[in-house]
C-alpha cells in the first residue's frame, strides 16, 4: 500500500475515452466499414431440437451477390470425446455452439452462414438453404431434462453408466454435515427456482473481419477479450494466432455476455471464402435467442443454528441450466453462497443439467446470485424463527479474517462484518415504512479474479504519458487507470494517456471479467511505471552525473536524495524526456504478469418495496448497497458498477424471464416483452463504498464489479415477505405470481 | 429496385441521399452518411439508442423511414456540441459518470436534451419518464437522472 | 426481396386512389411504430407505403362549434398532448393516448395506428370507445362513419372495407359534470403493452350517474365495450359497492387468453381491478363530492 496521501487515486476525475463517448465518435462493434466490406448473416435453426440430415447451399450460392457459404464443415470440428479447455470454456462444446454439428440443440442455433453484397442478399440466401431435419423430441426445463424418460440432447454423456442430461458435478465439503445437523436446534431448509436471464447489453454483438490471401487477418469486435477472440477464433478456423489481429472495438456493454465468440469465426471463414471483408452484426432477436443468458435454476438449502443463533451446519444442492451444451456456472453457486459465512459444517453441490435453450455464457458473478438466492432467503427465515433481527444473525455468523470457507480459502482481512455494521447504522435501517411496504436485507460474496495482464508505460518525447493495457474497458477501467498512473509517475492525469491495445500490440491480457480489471491492470501498471521511474532516475542521475540512488522521484520530478547528494535543480518529466536521446533513448517500461491476491468481495444490502396488493405489482422505493470495495480509485466508477448491479437484480427479481411457447420457441425475444428495468422503474440507488484495501494490492483494490448482483433477488424477495408475509420461492416475482399468492387463504406465520 | 432520392437537412448541413424505400433514418445515418453515432440497440423502438429528433421532436430514428426525412430537419448526437463547446449535458454526463460503457449515451444525450428544450425545471419523476424509452444496462440510471437534473439547474442558473 | 415503392401524397383523394388500387399489397403509414416494427420482423411486407402525415385534414386538431373535437388520424401523441384545450375537455383519453410507448414512440404514434393496428391491447382504443367516439372514413366508394368499437374485427383486423383509410376521430360535445379515465396495468412503469387496460367516461348530476361508457382491453380478441358494467354505474352515486358491482361485470365480460403478457386468471381479476380504480378517477374528474 502507498501510505502517502493520494492525490490522483480517488478523485473522480473525466475519463480518458469521454469526450468521444459523449460526441457519438466511439466506434463500438458495429460501427466501422472497411473497403470491399461484404455482409454475413446467419442460418438459425427453426427446431428446438432436430437432427441435421442434409444442407444444401447450392440455391443460396448461386443467388447473384452471394459470395460465400460456410457451415459446420468450415469450422474445426472438436470431437465430443477429447475435453480442449481454453479458460473455462470446452472448444468442444464452442464448436458446436456457433454452427450446430451433428444436431441443431436450440431454436435460433446457427446452422449456416451467407456473406452477400448486402444485408437483404445475405437475408435472402439464408432462406434458399435447404436443411432436412429429423426433429427430435425436445426439452427446457430442469425439472424435465433430469426425469429418467427425458429426450437426451448428447447421448455420449452418461451418468452411471446412463446417458444423461446431467453433464457435470461439484462439491465443496467442510467438516461434517450430519454431525452439524445433529447439534442444530432449529432447522430451515426450502426449495426455489430462478428463470435463466439475459445480460441484456444494449449492444449486439457484431464483427467485421478480413482475411487476406496469405492469412493475415485482422477482426474488429466487440468483446470482453482480444486474445479469447484470437485465440478462440484461431482455434474454430485453423488459423495460427500470429496471422490474427483481434482489435477491440469499444464493448457496449457484457456483464459477461462476450466471453465467448459467435460471430467471429463465422466471418472469419466467409471472408477467407469470399476474399472480401465481412461485417456480421446480430439482430436484438437473435441476440436473445442465441446468445447466452445464466442458468435458471432449482435448489434446496437447509441451514441448522443453535438457539443462540450459531449456525452448525449448512447444505445446499444447486442443480444449475447450462442451455444446449455443458458448462453452467456450478462453481459460482455451490461456491459463494455459504462463503460470507463461518459455518463448521458444510456441504455445497451443483449439477450441470443440459436443455434445449440457447448455450448459457457468464452473467456477472456467474452462478453466485442464484446460490444467494436461495441462501439468503432461508437466511431470513432463520432469522425469524430465531426472532433475531436479520443482520444480527449475519453478524453472528460473519466470515472474517481467518475464516476457513467451504470453497478453500481461509480469508486475509477482509471487509464483510464492516458491510453489515454499516447496514445497521445505516439510517435507511430505520426510516418509518408506509402501509404494504416492507424491507429486506441480504449479503453476497463473489471470489474477484486475477490472472494475466500486461501493459506498457511509454513517457513520450514531450514528457507526457502513455499507457497501454489489454483489457477491453466495458466501465470506466481506463479513467481509474489514468488515476494510478498519474498518482504514481507524479503528473497531472490529463497527461496520462489510457489506450487498450489490440492482440499486436500489447501482451497478452486475460478477459474482463470476473472482477479482475482494474484489480490485474492496477498491478502491471504500477510495475511498469515504477520501472518508469527508475529509468528516469537513472536519467537524471547522468545529466547531473551522480548516482541513481541519489535521486529520488516526486512531485513529477527528479530531485537530489539529500544535501550529500549535490545541489540540483528539480528535473521534470518533460526536461528528462527532452533529452531522453541524449541519455540512452526511449524511455518506456512494460510488465507482464499473471497476477494473483484477487480477495473476495463482499456486500450487503437493504431494500425496501411498496406492493400493489390489488395488482400484484411490487416497486422497489428504496435500495442501498454496502460493499467492501477494497480501494475505490475512481469512486464514480465503482459507485456505477454497484448501482448497474442492483439495477440487473431488480430486474431478475422482478419480471425478467424468457416465455417458450409450445414449440420450444422463445415467445418474448426483444426488450418489449423481456422488459428490463426501465428509467422510470428504479428509484436511485445509493451505493455506500467501504474501503479494506486488500492486503495484496499495491493500490487495495478488489474487484468491485460482481457482488453488487450477488444480494439483490434475496433482498427483495425478503422485503416482500416484509410488506406481505408471503414468501417467494421462485423467480420472477411478476405480479400475476404476486397476486395468485395474495388470493390464497394464508395461515399465519 | 427504385432508389428514393431525398434532400434534408442534417445538423444543420444540406443533406442528399438515395435510399431504398424501406430503409429506415437510421440504416442511413449509420449506412452512406457515415454518422454512427446513433446506435442500433433493437430496430423495434424499444430502447431508444437510435434516438434523434425530426423537427425538434424526440422520435427513433429506427422507427422512421430515410424517405420521411425529405423536406425535413433531423439533428443527431454528431451535431449537439457546438464546434469546441460541448453542451452542457454531455459536459455533466463527463464529470458525474453517467456512463459506464456508453452504447446508450448518445440516445441519452439526444433525449436529454429534448427534455431540457420542453422542461427547463423537470422533477426527478419527469426525467425518468421521459428517460423511459432510453434504456442502460449499465448504470441504473442513477447517475443519468442526478446529471440531467444537474445540467437543468446550471442551465437555469447561467439563463438567470 | 420485395419490391416496395413509397408515397408521400398531399391529398386524401390522392392517398385513398393510390391505396384502393394497390389492392391490398399497400399499406398505410401514419406514425410508423407499429408497421416498421412488423416490416423489420417480416410479419408484413407491402408493395406500397402510403404516407399520410402531409395531407393537411389527417393531421389537425379541430374543436368544433359545439363544443366536440375532430382529430385527425395522424396526430401524433406529442401533438395531441400540446393541444391546449383537448386535454381539459377529454383527459381520459389523452392519458390513454399518451400512454402510448416512449416519448420517442410519442412523437410518432398516432391513435389512427393504434386502431388500426388491430391490436386488443391498443391503449388509446379503450379511452376511445368509452369516449363515445366516432371514425370517419375514406375509401373508393366515398365517406362513411362508424363508432370505434366497430372498427376492430379481431387481432389484427379491421371492419374498413377494402381501400378505406381512416380519416379522422370525432369526440362528442361533453355535457356539464362530466369525466372520463384510462388506467392500464402493466409490469412495468412504462414501455410495456397493456396486459389490461380500461377505459371510463360517465356524467352525474347532482351526485347520481346519468350516463356511463365503460371499454376493456387486452381481455378479449377485439376491445370490449362493456355494457354490464355502464349499466351496474347509471343510477347510482358510485358508492363502493355500485362499483364493485361493475367490476363484476367487467370480470364476467373478459374472454382472454395466457400469453406472454399475462394470464387469463390474472387479467380477469385485473380487469375489475382497474374498473374501480378508473371509475373512481372519471367520478372525481365529473366532479363528485
Ligand atoms: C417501443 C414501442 C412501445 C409501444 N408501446 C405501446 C403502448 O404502450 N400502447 C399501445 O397501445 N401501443 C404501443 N405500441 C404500438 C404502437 O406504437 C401503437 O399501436 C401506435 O398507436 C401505432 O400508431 P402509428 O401511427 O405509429 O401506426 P402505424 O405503424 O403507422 O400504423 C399501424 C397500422 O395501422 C395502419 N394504419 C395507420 N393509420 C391508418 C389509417 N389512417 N387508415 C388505415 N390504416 C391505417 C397501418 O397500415 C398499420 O397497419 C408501442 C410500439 C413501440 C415500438
Ligand atoms: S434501435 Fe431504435 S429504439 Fe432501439
Ligand atoms: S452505459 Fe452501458 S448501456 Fe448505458
Redesign the interface.
Known amino acids: 500500500m502507498n501510505e502517502h496521501s493520494n492525490k490522483w487515486i480517488g478523485q473522480?476525475t473525466?475519463?480518458p475515452?469521454?469526450?468521444d463517448?459523449?460526441?457519438?465518435?466511439?466506434?463500438?462493434g458495429?460501427?466501422t466499414t472497411m473497403p470491399g466490406m461484404i455482409w454475413g448473416k446467419v442460418l438459425r435453426s427453426p427446431h428446438a431440437h432436430a437432427r441435421i440430415r442434409s444442407i444444401d447451399t447450392s440455391k443460396a450460392e448461386s443467388l447473384p451477390g452471394v459470395k460465400a457459404v460456410v457451415t459446420a464443415r468450415d469450422i474445426v470440428n472438436f470431437t465430443t470425446d477429447k475435453p480442449f479447455i481454453l479458460g473455462i470454456q470446452d472448444m468442444r462444446w464452442m464448436c458446436r455452439n456457433v454452427m450446430a454439428r451433428e444436431k441443431v440443440l436450440f431454436h435460433g442455433h446457427p446452422v449456416a452462414a451467407v456473406a452477400a453484397a448486402t444485408e437483404?442478399?445475405a437475408a435472402?440466401a439464408c432462406k434458399m438453404i435447404s436443411v432436412e431435419y429429423e426433429v427430435l423430441p425436445w426439452v427446457i426445463e430442469i425439472e424435465d431434462a433430469i426425469k429418467p424418460d427425458a429426450p437426451i440432447l448428447h447421448e455420449f454423456n452418461k451418468l452411471d453408466g446412463k446417458p444423461s442430461n446431467i453433464t457435470g458435478k461439484l462439491e465443496h465439503k467442510l467438516g461434517d454435515i450430519a454431525a452439524g445437523f445433529a447439534q442444530a436446534e432449529v432447522i430451515v431448509e426450502r426449495s426455489f427456482k430462478t428463470r435463466p436471464v439475459h445480460?441484456?447489453?444494449?449492444?449486439?454483438h457484431a464483427c467485421l473481419v478480413s482475411v487476406a490471401s496469405d492469412d493475415k487477418t485482422t477482426i474488429w469486435s466487440s468483446s470482453q477479450g482480444q486474445f479469447m477472440v484470437r485465440a478462440m477464433t484461431a482455434l474454430l478456423t485453423g488459423l495460427t494466432q500470429s496471422d490474427i489481429r483481434a482489435i477491440p472495438a469499444?464493448?457496449?456493454?457484457?456483464?459477461g455476455g462476450k466471453t465467448i465468440v459467435y460471430l467471429e469465426p463465422l466471418a472469419t471463414m466467409l471472408s477467407k471464402k469470399s476474399g472480401r471483408p465481412v461485417k456480421m452484426?446480430m439482430?436484438?432477436?437473435e441476440v436473445m435467442r442465441a446468445s447466452g443468458p445464466t442458468s435458471g435454476s432449482s435448489s434446496t438449502v437447509k441451514i441448522g443454528a443453535t438457539k443462540d443463533g450459531r449456525i452448525v451446519a449448512a447444505h445446499g444442492i444447486y442443480y444449475l441450466q447450462a442451455g444446449a451444451l455443458p458448462g453452467s456456472p456450478i462453481r459460482g453457486a455451490a461456491g459463494c453462497s455459504f462463503a460470507p459465512y463461518d459455518i463448521p459444517n458444510v456441504l455445497s453441490q451443483g449439477f450441470d443439467v443440459v436443455s434445449n435453450r440457447s448455450k448459457v455464457v457468464a452473467y456477472r458473478a456467474p452462478g453466485a446470485p442464484i446460490g444467494a438466492y436461495a441462501v439468503e432467503c432461508v437466511m431470513d427465515e432463520l432469522a425469524v424463527a430465531l426472532k433475531m433481527d436479520p443482520l444480527e444473525l449475519r453478524l453472528k455468523n460473519a466470515a472474517k479474517q481467518g475464516t476457513k470457507a467451504a470453497h478453500g480459502p481461509v480469508y486475509p482481512r477482509i471487509g464483510f462484518v464492516e458491510t453489515l455494521e454499516a447496514a445497521r447504522a445505516h439510517p435507511h435501517y430505520k426510516a418509518p415504512l408506509g402501509k404494504h411496504h416492507g424491507r429486506g436485507v441480504a449479503s453476497g460474496f463473489w471470489f474477484n479474479a486475477g490472472g494475466e495482464s500486461s501493459a506498457q508505460v511509454n513517457i513520450t518525447e514531450d514528457g507526457n504519458v502513455v499507457v497501454m493495457t489489454g483489457h477491453p474497458d466495458?466501465?470506466?477501467s481506463r479513467?481509474a487507470i489514468a488515476n494510478i498512473a498519474a498518482e504514481l509517475i507524479g503528473i497531472d492525469y490529463k497527461s496520462v494517456s489510457v489506450l487498450i491495445g489490440d492482440t499486436a500490440t500489447i501482451g497478452y491480457s486475460n478477459m474482463t471479467g470476473g472482477s479482475r480489471v482494474l484489480f490485474a491492470s492496477a498491478m502491471v501498471v504500477t510495475q511498469s511505471a515504477e520501472k518508469v521511474i527508475t529509468i528516469l532516475r537513472a536519467r537524471a542521475a547522468k545529466i547531473w552525473n551522480i548516482d541513481p540512488d541519489a535521486v529520488t522521484w516526486e512531485d513529477g520530478a527528479a530531485r537530489p536524495a539529500g544535501d550529500n547528494a549535490g545541489k540540483f535543480a528539480p528535473l521534470t518529466l518533460a526536461e528528462i524526456a527532452a533529452k531522453a536521446t541524449e541519455t540512452g533513448g526511449p524511455i518506456g517500461a512494460g510488465v507482464q504478469l499473471n497476477t494473483t491476491g484477487a480477495e473476495g468481495g463482499f456486500a450487503t444490502h437493504i431494500c425496501d418495496v411498496e406492493v400493489d396488493v390489488?395488482?400484484?405489482?411490487v416497486?422497489v422505493l428504496r435500495y442501498t448497497a454496502f460493499q467492501d470495495v477494497g480501494k475505490a480509485v475512481?469512486p464514480?466508477?465503482v459507485?456505477?458498477?454497484m448501482?448497474?448491479?442492483?439495477?440487473?437484480g431488480i430486474g431478475w427479481a422482478?419480471?425478467e424471464e424468457y416465455?417458450y411457447n409450445r414449440n420450444g420457441q422463445v415467445?418474448?425475444a426483444?426488450?418489449?416483452?423481456y422488459?428490463?428495468?426501465?428509467?422510470?422503474?428504479?428509484p436511485?440507488?445509493d451505493a455506500v463504498m467501504i474501503e479494506i484495501p486488500n492486503p495484496k494490492h499495491p493500490q487495495g483494490v478488489r474487484g468491485v464489479g460482481e457482488v453488487p448482483l450477488v444480494p439483490v433477488m434475496a433482498a427483495i424477495a425478503n422485503a416482500i415477505h416484509d410488506a406481505l408475509g408471503i414468501r417467494f420461492y421462485s423467480l420472477p416475482m411478476?405480479?400475476?405470481k404476486v397476486?395468485?399468492a395474495l388470493?390464497l387463504p394464508r395461515a399465519a406465520e | 429496385m427504385a432508389k428514393l432520392h431525398v434532400t434534408t437537412t442534417i445538423n444543420g448541413d444540406p443533406v442528399e441521399f438515395l435510399c431504398e424505400p424501406h430503409h429506415t433514418m437510421l440504416d442511413v445515418l449509420r449506412g452512406s452518411l457515415g454518422l454512427t453515432g446513433s446506435k442500433e440497440g433493437c430496430g423495434s423502438g424499444d430502447c431508444g439508442a437510435c434516438s434523434v429528433t425530426l423537427d425538434g421532436r424526440l422520435v427513433c430514428s429506427c422507427l422512421m423511414l430515410a424517405a420521411e426525412a425529405e423536406g425535413h430537419q433531423i439533428r443527431t448526437i454528431e451535431g449537439m456540441a457546438e464546434g469546441e463547446m460541448l453542451h452542457p449535458l454531455q459536459q455533466k454526463f463527463l464529470e458525474m459518470a453517467a456512463l459506464q460503457c456508453g452504447i446508450c449515451t448518445p440516445g441519452m444525450l439526444v433525449a436529454a436534451k429534448a427534455l431540457l428544450e420542453h422542461n427547463q425545471e423537470p422533477t426527478e419523476t419527469e426525467v425518468r419518464y421521459w428517460l423511459a424509452g432510453n434504456l442502460c444496462r449499465c448504470t441504473g440510471y442513477d447517475k443519468i437522472v442526478r446529471a440531467v437534473l444537474e445540467t437543468a439547474a446550471e442551465m437555469r442558473g447561467a439563463a438567470r | 426481396m420485395t419490391d416496395i415503392r413509397y408515397l408521400a401524397p398531399r391529398t386524401l383523394d390522392e392517398a385513398v386512389g393510390a391505396f384502393a388500387a394497390a389492392a391490398g399489397a399497400a399499406r398505410i403509414l401514419a406514425g410508423g411504430t407499429d408497421l416498421l416494427v412488423q416490416m423489420k420482423a417480416g410479419t408484413v411486407s407491402p408493395g406500397l407505403i402510403v404516407d399520410i402525415k402531409k395531407i393537411a385534414e389527417m393531421t389537425t386538431i379541430e374543436e368544433t362549434a359545439d363544443g366536440g373535437f375532430c382529430i385527425g388520424a395522424a396526430v401524433s401523441g406529442a401533438v395531441l398532448g400540446e393541444h391546449p384545450r383537448f386535454g381539459k375537455v377529454w383527459p381520459g383519453v389523452l392519458e390513454a393516448v399518451n400512454l402510448i410507448g416512449s416519448t420517442q414512440v410519442q412523437g410518432r404514434a398516432t391513435a389512427g395506428g393504434n386502431l388500426c393496428n388491430g391490436s386488443p391491447a391498443g391503449d388509446s382504443v379503450p379511452a376511445m370507445i368509452a369516449a363515445g367516439a366516432i371514425v370517419t372514413v375514406q375509401g373508393p366508394k366515398g365517406r362513411r362513419q362508424m363508432s370505434v368499437e366497430a372498427v376492430p374485427a379481431g387481432p389484427g383486423r379491421t371492419n374498413f372495407a377494402p381501400g378505406e383509410i381512416l380519416v379522422a376521430f370525432t369526440l362528442p360535445p361533453r355535457p356539464k359534470g362530466s369525466g372520463d379515465a384510462y388506467l392500464r396495468m402493466i409490469p412495468r412503469t412504462e414501455m410495456d403493452i397493456a396486459v389490461v387496460g380500461c377505459g371510463v367516461s360517465l356524467t352525474l348530476e347532482k351526485g347520481i350517474c346519468t350516463a356511463a361508457r365503460v371499454a376493456l382491453g387486452a381481455v378479449a380478441p377485439t376491445v370490449l365495450l362493456v355494457e354490464a358494467a355502464a349499466k351496474a354505474l347509471v343510477g347510482t352515486k358510485l358508492d363502493a359497492a355500485d362499483l364493485d358491482t361493475a367490476a363484476a361485470a367487467c370480470s364476467a365480460s373478459c374472454r382472454p387468453i395466457d400469453d406472454k403478457r399475462g394470464t387469463i386468471a390474472y387479467r380477469t381479476k385485473v380487469a375489475g381491478v382497474l374498473l374501480k380504480r378508473t371509475a373512481a378517477i372519471a367520478a372525481d374528474r365529473a366532479g363528485k363530492v
Open positions: 473522480r473525466i475519463r475515452d469521454g469526450a463517448k459523449v460526441t457519438g465518435r466511439a466506434a463500438f458495429a460501427d437483404e442478399i435472402e445480460q441484456g447489453y444494449i449492444e449486439p469499444e464493448i457496449g456493454g457484457g456483464f452484426v439482430s436484438r432477436e466495458i466501465g470506466g479513467a390489488d395488482l400484484g405489482i416497486r475512481h464514480s466508477y459507485e456505477g458498477q448501482q448497474g448491479g442492483v439495477a440487473q422482478l419480471n416465455i415467445d418474448n426483444g426488450f418489449l416483452d422488459r428490463m428495468p426501465v428509467c422510470s422503474d428504479l436511485m440507488l411478476s405480479p400475476p397476486l395468485e388470493d
